[in-house]
């Protein structure tokens, strides 16, 4: 019966994404690869410096929140420190307040930095937005870890530094993965972000080139273009998905369900 129940949540789940990958072949006379065409070929569809937009802003968010979160993390699940519970609760605070809400404030906050209007102040923003995820990850990930682990090697002469980059990050290997495939995600798709903090065309990352694709006739929207976009648009995290499946879900089950 559970396997029944899985095979149709599945099915419900991958509905959507079937249903794009089949209406972005079809066309008016058959099925083909015309949508993909109009999609790389038109103004305002996907070109090259979309695609790489895309790219550098997930790069640099999954980089940026690793490092945040894994040093973060460490020091969260094992220096004991005047307020630290108390820290750690408001960082868990930012999932509380809608990010749509203070992206203004953002925006503002950005051009007094001079980083308005530019790739790392958008990726700066996301790697903001997943900090609570990220450090509550890997804080019950470096939590689950025996302590002796950490001892053994401090007693061998390494330093907390030395430990953590030698040893523990083997130990906590699933928590980057499932830390890093969800920052990867998020940056990789999101629309809203862009749209407030980009103003610039030849800054604009993918979701944005997806979503501005029209055609020349009054205004109207190619939506088979757009579907082929969201096919695009899917592939990379369906594939790095399946790719570390394995890690990811041990990600979740070793130390970060703990606590």
């Known amino acids: 019966m559970s396997r029944i129940t899985g095979a149709a949540l599945a099915i419900l789940f991958l509905f959507p994404l079937l249903w794009s990958g089949w209406a972005s072949v079809r066309t008016g006379d058959g099925f083909g690869f015309d949508n993909y065409t109009r999609l790389f070929t038109s103004d305002g569809g996907i070109g090259g410096r979309q695609v790489f937009n895309s790219i550098a802003v997930s790069a640099l968010t999954v980089a940026g929140t690793l490092l945040v979160s894994t040093l973060g993390g460490y020091a969260f699940g094992r220096f004991r420190f005047p307020g630290r519970d108390i820290l750690f609760l408001l960082t868990l605070a930012i999932l509380m307040v809608p990010y749509a809400t203070v992206l203004i404030a953002l925006y503002v906050l950005l051009g007094w930095l001079g980083l308005d209007d530019s790739l790392i102040g958008l990726s700066l923003v996301l790697i903001l ?28 002469g390494c330093t907390s530094f030395t430990a953590l980059t030698r040893i523990l990050l083997h130990a906590v290997k699933p928590g980057l993965v499932t ?34 694709l029209r055609t020349a ?14 096919v695009v648009m899917a592939v990379p995290c369906l594939l790095l998905f399946a790719f570390l499946q394995r890690s990811y879900v041990r990600g979740f089950m070793s130390g970060a369900l703990r606590g």
Do not use: C
């Open 217 to 230: 006739t009054h205004g109207s929207i190619d939506y088979a273009a757009l579907e082929a976009g969201v």
């Open 179 to 212: 830390v890093a495939l969800f920052a990867f995600l998020v940056s990789w798709n999101e629309f809203f972000a862009p749209l407030i903090l980009l103003n610039s065309t030849d800054k604009f990352t993918m979701t944005l080139a997806v979503v501005n």
């Open 129 to 156: 937005f997943q900090l609570p995820f990220s450090l509550f990850m890997m804080r019950n990930s470096f939590e689950a870890i025996p302590a002796e682990l950490e001892e053994s090697a401090l007693v061998d």
